[in-house]
């Protein structure tokens, strides 16, 4: 990104002219018939919006697939030879395949699209002199939005009041630190934005202060739409899309070998060359997995559904799998482990008395601040109602996460003064005297008054109070403006001390987060006495604790060691959180982060799940994966478990269609070598694909054993290979069984035999989906109806098509009624067999694998 991006328009310098001539808008904001005409011409304010294709083409974008246009297209060239119900027959199939996928993945689009909107940042803006609160894409030029601290700012706009408006916009400018917006002119020669100090953008963030912005440029006109190629900064890929993609390639080379083994051996026996590209094609086809993305779309939108039903609202779908895959979980103690309902206890001075005067001094500066106020500048609000009328605010230092403090300049009559609340031990470096109340009077800060300062604060803090330094200066009545310099040779006044009772629900929360395979990590800016003393009142055990302090002073290599034997991280500023979640992930884990803060959104970002609440500030919201609606652990528990049920039910179709399914393809494959005819017609191969396609379809309604959920999961591709090297030859075996059956049993001719592995193929790789959906006893483990229904519906089906009047049509013959009594021996023989593969299979796994990042 480079610096200063030139805006050539500059639109800032002559915006004040143009607004001072629109009073009435500047008052009242537009109204809501102007603001809908206004958004109907414009458009939507969406710096990357793309334009929703009508559905015929959405539906058509469909048949892009190479197999599916090679299919079509060889097809067509059959019809023109003479075989026009081939033709008919293969477009039908391809219809109805195509049709089905594109209807299940539009409904699960939808229903999660609903999800997201509903935990949508909002804009706050002025309709009809009345503010409420809009989508941020239903914003447009000339509205008022009002901005506060937390706020993304919704659009390119002029500020035409404004409080101690601190942006961040590093985003567009790379600037590190906040700059300051004010109403007003600018020098005609602020022509790029970082100069542009009476003007906002979209995308940045409001750090502190407040400001009423008249909306300018929405959409791709803003700063950031000119540039948002280069500033979308895409979520990296989840360890379930990696894995899918390297599942993907290694079908793919299956695919691509066995097709050109078929095709190489039908042209040294010299069969028809239409016919054995069509066969190699269609063998493609139901080598391919093609219904993964429907299976994958489905399963995790019924997913995101049911986690609203647990009051978590899903934002990015493929969160999901990592929820389920996450093994810890990095978040702050308030709300969490305490009930985030805080309350002031105490404000004592420095030798541990009663105080008002530290009371008064802390109401002021929350009263009087302007940044996004804390829990604790609520307690202290509401603690006690102070008259400040007499006092005026002349400037502030606004806080921030290095600083741990803000500052206010205050004044009342002749008396200017500078008042400090922050960090509490942060408050006492800077002070140069103390306050002594008893005698009302200051005295220096020698080392026996700073160790008793230090004593009583450490004894605070072990009895539970999260506590705020409370410090102030007098300085000259011309001093205008308030610099961080300002905060030095302070007079110390006393401490103000909170208490936020502990949650009884955490205990419980992290007890069965553990035993379902989820570390919690305590990552806070709080004292670790403190988070020490509520561990101790949740019986939660700390295994070790790292300070801000400490981390500061390791490299990354080190701390990569701290971070797996410590639970507890206190003291902490937001890079050092952000170097804490990178030292876990580079140690093998998946992270998830819980935060609501200004200060969380890095972290959310580098974490693989970004976790937030619904009452976050919008910075929080907008970096967030999920919204917690309750910020309990308890939620987030039914969450995890949800991720994995997902997870199990896509690896169930995984591990079908690199089984059965590839086994019967295999064994198509062989039999093109040994026989002197196609195994199996195009159009027979393209059907047995359809039909279990269609019986795959209930997967992601199906239930999951507890097993399957008990411990974090990751797609792994020696899993799946191995299971594959496995189930696939036993397949492959009873195919061979069957056309031993056929050849040498019933004497079959070309279309009887095809018509029986039809039958045959169809039915085990159909019903063997209840052995391989369960790692225990299938008898135990109940599916559901639906897949119940559907799968022995299409075995019926299968049974049955040879005495259709279709029958025909797909060069299908009735076999002989003693083949279907050989053919439910095979069949039970097979699901034995696989049943018992299958145990043996996952005892041998487990044992070769940790428990933790295995298929378990």
Not at 39 to 66: H, M, S, T, W
Not at 396 to 425: N, T
Not at 517 to 522: C, E, P
Not at 540 to 547: P, Q, R
Request: aromatic residues 8%; charged residues 20%; contains cysteine.
């Amino acid at each position: 990104m480079s610096k200063g991006r030139r805006d050539d328009s500059a639109w800032w310098l002559n915006a004040v002219t143009d607004d001072a001539a629109d009073t009435s808008a500047a008052a009242m904001g537009l109204t809501s018939v102007e603001a809908r005409a206004r958004l109907a011409e414009i458009g939507p304010n969406l710096f990357d919006v793309r334009q929703q294709q009508p559905l015929f083409l959405q539906f058509l974008a469909r048949f892009r697939n190479p197999l599916v246009i090679l299919l079509l297209v060889a097809s067509a060239i059959s019809a023109f030879t003479g075989e026009v119900a081939n033709f008919a027959i293969i477009s039908t199939i391809v219809l109805f395949s195509v049709t089905l996928d594109f209807i299940q993945e539009r409904r699960a689009g939808k229903a999660a699209e609903r999800l997201r909107q509903s935990v949508s940042v909002r804009a706050k803006i002025v309709r009809d002199g009345v503010e409420v609160a809009a989508p941020v894409a239903d914003v447009v030029p000339g509205d008022l939005a009002l901005l506060s601290a937390g706020d993304m700012i919704p659009a390119d706009g002029l500020v035409l009041e404004a409080r101690d408006l601190f942006v961040k916009q590093a985003l567009l400018t790379g600037e590190p630190y906040p700059v300051e917006k004010r109403p007003g002119p600018v020098t005609a020669d602020a022509t790029e934005i970082q100069d542009a100090a009476n003007a906002v953008f979209m995308g940045t963030s409001v750090i502190s202060g407040s400001a009423k912005i008249r909306v300018v440029k929405t959409g791709a006109d803003t700063a950031i739409g000119a540039v948002a190629d280069r500033v979308r900064r895409q979520p990296p890929p989840s360890a379930f899309e990696i894995g899918t993609h390297r599942f993907g390639l290694l079908i793919m080379r299956l695919t691509i070998l066995l097709v050109l083994f078929v095709l190489l051996v039908n042209a040294l026996l010299h069969r028809p060359w239409l016919e054995s590209f069509l066969f190699a094609v269609a063998l493609a086809v139901g080598l391919t997995p093609e219904l993964l993305p429907m299976v994958v779309s489905v399963t995790l939108s019924r997913g995101a559904l049911h986690m609203a039903k647990r009051r978590v609202i899903v934002k990015r779908l493929s969160a999901i799998q990592n929820l389920g895959s996450m093994d810890i979980l990095c978040t702050d103690k308030t709300g969490t482990l305490t009930e985030a309902r805080i309350r002031l206890e105490r404000h004592v001075d420095a030798a541990g008395r009663p105080s008002d005067r530290v009371l008064e001094l802390a109401y002021l500066n929350s009263f009087f601040e302007t940044g996004l106020k804390s829990p604790l500048d609520d307690a202290i609000l509401d603690h006690q109602n102070i008259d400040v009328h007499e006092w005026k605010k002349i400037d502030e230092v606004p806080f921030d996460f290095e600083r741990r403090r803000v500052s206010v300049l205050l004044e009342k009559g002749d008396e200017r003064l500078l008042v400090v609340k922050g960090a509490a031990e942060e408050i006492i470096t800077l002070c140069k005297l103390y306050q002594d109340s008893q005698n009302g009077v200051q005295r220096a800060l020698e080392p026996s008054a700073l160790a008793q300062i230090s004593g009583q604060r450490i004894a605070l803090e072990k009895d539970g109070f999260r506590l705020l330094g409370i410090a102030w200066r007098r300085v000259p009545l011309d001093h205008q403006h308030a610099v961080v310099g300002d905060e030095a040779e302070l007079a110390f006044e006393g401490f103000a001390g909170f208490l936020d009772p502990p949650k009884t629900s955490a205990g419980p929360a992290l007890a069965a987060l553990a035993a379902s395979g989820v570390t919690v990590k305590i990552v806070t800016g709080d004292s670790e006495l403190v988070t020490q003393h509520v561990c101790a009142s949740l019986n939660i055990a700390v295994e070790g604790v790292l300070t801000g302090k400490e981390i500061s002073e390791m490299d990354d290599s080190a701390l990569r060691v701290k971070v797996e034997r410590t639970n507890l991280f206190c003291r902490v500023n937001p890079s050092q959180k952000d170097r804490i979640i990178l030292a876990l992930k580079a140690r093998g884990h998946v992270v998830g982060y819980l935060g609501d803060g200004i200060n969380d959104a890095p972290s959310m970002h580098s974490a693989d799940v970004g976790l937030s609440v619904d009452s976050a500030v919008d910075v929080a919201k907008e970096a967030a994966d999920m919204i917690l609606l309750d910020q309990d652990l308890h939620v987030l528990h039914d969450g995890v478990l949800e991720g994995r049920r997902t997870f199990a039910n896509v690896m169930k179709y995984i591990m079908m269609g690199t089984s059965s399914n590839f086994g019967n393809m295999f064994s198509m494959a062989g039999a093109s070598l040994l026989l002197p005819f196609l195994p199996m017609l195009p159009t027979q191969i393209l059907l047995n694909n359809i039909l279990y396609d269609i019986s795959e379809v209930p997967i992601p309604l199906d239930d999951v054993d507890v097993e399957d959920v008990c411990r974090p999961q990751v797609l792994d591709m020696s899993f799946i290979r191995n299971f594959m090297l496995v189930i696939g030859p036993i397949s492959s075996a009873f195919d061979f069984l069957t056309f031993y059956v056929l050849l040498f049993v019933l004497n079959a001719n070309e279309n009887l035999f095809r018509t029986g592995w039809f039958v045959e193929s169809l039915s085990t790789q159909v019903l063997v989906i209840f052995i391989i959906r369960t790692r225990g006893n299938p008898f135990r483990s109940r599916a559901n109806p639906a897949l119940v229904a559907t799968s022995c519906a299409i075995a019926v089906i299968g049974a049955a098509l040879p005495f259709s009047p279709f029958a025909s049509y797909f060069g299908f013959t009735p076999p002989p009624a003693n083949f279907y009594l050989m053919l439910a021996a095979m069949v039970v023989a097979y699901l034995v067999i696989v049943q018992v593969a299958k145990k043996g299979f996952y005892r041998w796994f487990n044992r070769s694998r940790t428990p933790l990042r295995t298929m378990s």
